[in-house]
């Protein structure tokens, strides 16, 4: 089972970027599609970015395209997802999980993954 730890979340205005590391541990995370969600005050969890085991695919939910964009490195044991051209309604907690079953392509399901880290806030300011 792999255990996951989110970071890189702050405060940056509109226009700027950050990059959250998703920081895993565990023998399953380099054979671990992983996913990125968001979820903002009364709204629900929404899919991010996804990326493949061996970082060959990555998918992305319409909001983000052109904007973020993820990657990993294995030997590091980290996802990244780098957020550029941020927006204010990119404002949310950001989560990092990994899909239960590697077996099967992403999912944007949240329900297809588990193993959910806490969270890092990302605010971005008008």
């Known amino acids: 089972q792999v255990q996951l730890v989110e970071s890189g979340g702050g405060l940056v205005q509109a226009g700027g970027s950050l990059r959250l590391s998703c920081a895993a541990s565990?023998?399953?995370?380099?054979?671990?599609?992983i996913g990125w969600f968001r979820q903002a005050p009364g709204k629900e969890r929404e899919f991010v970015m996804a990326?493949?085991?061996?970082?060959?695919?990555?998918y992305y939910a319409d909001s983000v395209k052109g904007r973020f964009t993820i990657s990993r490195d294995n030997s590091k044991n980290t996802v990244y997802l780098q957020m550029n051209s941020l927006k204010p309604e990119d404002t949310a907690l950001y989560y990092c999980?990994?899909?239960?079953?590697?077996?099967?392509?992403?999912?944007?399901?949240?329900?297809?993954?588990?193993?959910w880290g806490q969270g890092t806030q990302v605010t971005v300011s008008s």
């Open positions: 999980a990994a899909q239960k079953d590697a077996t099967v392509d992403v999912s944007a399901r949240s329900a297809d993954f588990a193993s």
């Open positions: 565990g023998r399953t995370f380099s054979r671990s599609n």
């Open positions: 990326i493949t085991w061996n970082g060959g695919r990555t």
